[in-house]
Structures are given as structure tokens and as C-alpha cells.
């Protein structure tokens, strides 16, 4: 167990709907992580927040969107969902900001979208 | 913007021999991070090793050692007495240093396959 949860771990839905991915962070981690792991694009970083504020944005579609709560847990929506949105998705958590901090991976939630 | 290559799609070793996986990476920093992580079957992703840009010895953890040379910006993890546990996706990552926005960037990985 790396301490960092996610749930669901698998998600199967149909195309135009929206699902949430719930992320609760290692205990004291302040900097949450969002990647898309798909066959034909790899592992992308989709956003980044630190204690509830936005830091970084990477490939993340303008259908999907994230935030963080005052509590840290964070949560990934993702709308109008299309087939080449199935994939692994891995949410991360530091303890901070800096590049020293090891980032430490939940198990993450394979979404299926039929 | 950085990148990570990783030009061994796959690899495959004997048990107990040893083996060696590439990476590349492109920055124009020089304050940054490098790791290997470790991709089972599981699908979880494990924190293999860590090297700090601006320290000239190669970490090692065990079995697992690194040959970071920051001039030719190349960064191999080289695994020794291999097991049948080590077979996984191996994927090097990059990340910069004290700044924001210092998420990890991956490169493509490398599939290990172990032979008993």
C-alpha cells in the first residue's frame, strides 16, 4: 500500500457520459499529481495542484477537469467521455513542490468507456 | 520543453545475469531530478531509484545502479543478479527542481522480460 488511494479502481462506461476519479493523498502530502496512462500515448501529466491551488497543467483536454479540496483529497472529472478516453489514470502525491520530493503512486483507476 | 527517450521498446536477461536499460533526457536545466520506476503487471507504479542532477555519484539501491552521465545527458539503470520479479515495465522520468510546475515527464519505457 503506497498510501496514496484511488477509487474506483475500475470504471466501465458508455460515450458521452462523465465519471469522477477520487484521489486521497499520502498523509501529509500537500502537492497532488494527475496522469493519463494510455497504450498509444504513454504516461501524460494531465495537472498538478499544491494545497489547493493549481500549479501546472500538461495535456489535459478542455473536457476534463480537476480541483483539490481544503481536506487535499482531489478529484479528476472527466465529461463527454469519447473511446480514446479509456485508459489507466494515476494520481501522485508529494510532500511538496520542490523536485526533490519522490512522487508516490496510487494504483489507479482504469476507466473503460464503451 | 524536456523529453525523455527511451530507445529499448524491450529487453530480455537471463536470471541472475545482469542488464543494462537506456534513457536519454533533453533540458536546458540544471537543477533537476532523474528516476527509474518500476511498472509490474500489477500496474502500480514503484519508485525504483533516485539521482540528483548536482551530485556526481551514481546512486545505487541494492541491485539496482545508475550510470548518470550529465554531459551526455544520459541516465541507464543497470540491473544486476536479475530475478523473475524484475520483470516489468521500466519507465526513466524526469523532473526539474525547485520550481512550479515540477511534475514528473516519463519516456516511452521498456518492457523487461526475465528467463528462468
Same mark, same amino acid.
Given at each position: ?7 474506483? !479502481?475500475?470504471?466501465?462506461?458508455? $460515450? /458521452?457520459? @462523465?465519471?469522477?476519479? @477520487? ?6 502530502? &500537500? ?14 501529466? &494531465? ?5 489547493? #491551488?493549481?500549479?501546472? !497543467?500538461?495535456?489535459? &483536454? #478542455? @473536457? ?17 467521455? #469519447? ?20 512522487? $508516490?503512486? /496510487?494504483?489507479?483507476?482504469?476507466? $473503460?468507456?464503451? | ?15 541472475? *545475469? =545482469?542488464?543494462?536499460?537506456?534513457? =536519454? ?16 503487471? +500489477?500496474?502500480?507504479?514503484? %519508485?525504483?531509484?533516485?539521482? *540528483? ?6 546512486? =545505487? *539501491? ?21 530475478? %523473475? ?13 525547485? +520550481?512550479?510546475?515540477?511534475? %514528473? ?12
Amino acid at each position: 500500500d503506497s498510501g496514496v488511494t484511488q477509487t474506483p !479502481k475500475h470504471l466501465i462506461t458508455a $460515450t /458521452g457520459q @462523465r465519471v469522477t476519479l @477520487r484521489c486521497s493523498p499520502r498523509s501529509g502530502d &500537500l502537492s497532488v499529481y494527475w496522469y493519463q496512462q494510455s497504450l498509444d500515448q504513454g504516461l501524460q501529466f &494531465l495537472i498538478q495542484y499544491y494545497n489547493g #491551488e493549481e500549479r501546472a !497543467k500538461g495535456n489535459i &483536454l #478542455e @473536457r476534463f477537469s480537476a480541483q483539490q479540496f481544503p481536506d487535499l483529497h482531489s478529484e479528476l472529472n472527466l465529461s463527454s467521455l #469519447e473511446l480514446g478516453d479509456s485508459a489507466l489514470y494515476f494520481c501522485a502525491s508529494s510532500a511538496g513542490g520542490s523536485g526533490a520530493n519522490v512522487l $508516490t503512486f /496510487g494504483a489507479g483507476s482504469r476507466l $473503460t468507456v464503451l | 520543453a524536456q523529453t525523455v527517450t527511451q530507445s529499448q521498446p524491450e529487453m530480455s536477461v537471463q536470471e541472475a *545475469e =545482469t542488464v543494462t536499460l537506456s534513457c =536519454t533526457y533533453d533540458t536546458s536545466e540544471s537543477d533537476y531530478y532523474l528516476f527509474w520506476y518500476k511498472q509490474p503487471p +500489477s500496474r502500480q507504479m514503484i %519508485l525504483v531509484i533516485r539521482q *540528483e542532477a548536482y551530485k556526481q555519484q551514481n546512486a =545505487t *539501491e541494492n541491485r539496482f545502479s545508475v550510470n548518470f552521465q550529465k554531459a551526455a545527458k544520459s541516465f541507464s539503470l543497470k540491473i544486476s543478479d536479475s530475478q %523473475l520479479g524484475d520483470a516489468a515495465m521500466y519507465f526513466c522520468a524526469y523532473r526539474r527542481g525547485n +520550481s512550479a510546475g515540477n511534475m %514528473l515527464t516519463f519516456g516511452g519505457g521498456t518492457r523487461l522480460m526475465v528467463k528462468p
